[in-house]
């Protein structure tokens, strides 16, 4: 597995974006866009449909060649560089795509491989069947999920079987496209009690496109807000709400917003009373690694969280 460079200073932003215009035609999708992903928080990018999230991750990883502007992961520049010359930058990080984006002709483990397979060519056989299995079960798959292709796997399932895959080279960036749009609100809950979790104990850096409140409340440390072709705003939601924008009052303030911040207090409230030693070692720190990591590992399907299922009125979110 990769030695990651331990050189930067740990306050140096894992993600730096300056100046960023991207157009298609005459349609122009980011003017003059800045921003810093700091490393080790769970960052949550928010915008309108179609004000250019997706753009702006695939501007990040490299699958979108922008008009103008500079963007450096991990301190180093990423822009008209070889895929030769990025590829040590690349494998420090996983994404999951929107929808999942699996081989539908491979199974689980075979996806988990993919990446593996690219970047360590060498590795045999069991090595790899034998990472593929741990990285399903970290991600609280069934362990015989690995044999399985993806028709035969729920959304959810599908979901962590991305996740999976994205978690493949161990890697200290994480970019996960709306991970939890379709999901059912408990589905949901679980995904981002993962990824909480994923980041406490791998230390991961998270950059989460998403349009599901509940996600920002429970897990974002800070929220990068898209609007007017830029990130107009970005800091703790407390932070946000202070700003008169009106599409951050719209958004944050709004029926669904107060609907999150409602199930958010339900959860805290839940979570006390139920396990007030679990919250107290929490709050002091002195939860071992291991016990949340055993959490993930069974899989957190059976937490409800209070999520604000009532909200989008389906039961289905984002
Ligand atoms: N390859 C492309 N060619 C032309 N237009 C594109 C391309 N990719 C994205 N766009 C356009 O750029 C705009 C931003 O798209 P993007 O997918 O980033 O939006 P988004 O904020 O992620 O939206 P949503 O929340 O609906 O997923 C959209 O108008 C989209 O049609």
Redesign the pocket.
């Known amino acids: 597995m990769p030695q990651h460079n331990a050189r930067r200073p740990d306050d140096a932003p894992i993600i730096k974006v300056t100046g960023l215009r991207?157009e298609?035609?005459d349609?122009v999708?980011h003017d003059n866009l800045d921003l810093e992903v700091r490393r080790g928080e769970i960052l949550g990018v928010v915008?309108?449909?179609?004000?250019?999230?997706?753009?702006?991750?695939?501007s990040i990883i490299g699958l979108?060649s922008p008009t103008q502007g500079e963007v450096e992961v991990f301190g180093e520049p990423t822009l008209d560089r070889s895929e030769h010359d990025t590829v040590e930058i690349r494998k420090r990080w996983g994404v999951l795509f929107?929808g999942g984006a699996l081989f539908s002709t491979l199974t689980v483990a075979e996806n988990v491989q993919v990446p593996l397979r690219e970047f360590y060519p060498d590795l045999d056989l069991a090595l790899l069947d034998e990472i593929a299995s741990y990285k399903v079960v970290m991600t609280g798959l069934p362990a015989d999920a690995g044999p399985k292709f993806p028709a035969e796997l729920s959304g959810g399932m599908k979901k962590r079987a991305g996740l999976a895959r994205a978690l493949a080279l161990d890697p200290e960036l994480l970019f996960l496209?709306?991970p939890t749009a379709g999901l059912d609100p408990i589905g949901a809950a679980a995904f981002d009690d993962l990824t909480k979790a994923l980041q406490k104990t791998l230390g991961l850096t998270v950059f989460l496109?998403t349009?599901d409140l509940d996600t920002l409340y429970a897990i974002c440390d800070r929220v990068a807000v898209?609007a007017d072709k830029r990130v107009i705003a970005v800091g703790t939601i407390d932070e946000l709400l202070a700003l008169d924008h009106p599409w951050i009052q719209e958004y944050f303030n709004g029926p669904r917003g107060r609907a999150a911040v409602a199930s958010q207090e339900r959860s805290a409230a839940r979570d006390a009373a139920a396990h007030p030693t679990e919250v107290t070692q929490l709050q002091s720190g002195q939860r071992s690694q291991g016990s949340m990591a055993d959490d993930y590992a069974r899989g957190a399907d059976t937490t409800d969280h209070g999520r604000s299922a009532g909200v989008t009125g389906s039961g289905e979110r984002g």
């Open positions: 991207n298609f035609g349609q999708i915008g309108g449909s179609g004000t250019g999230k997706s753009v702006l991750m695939r979108q929107q496209d709306e496109i349009h898209l």
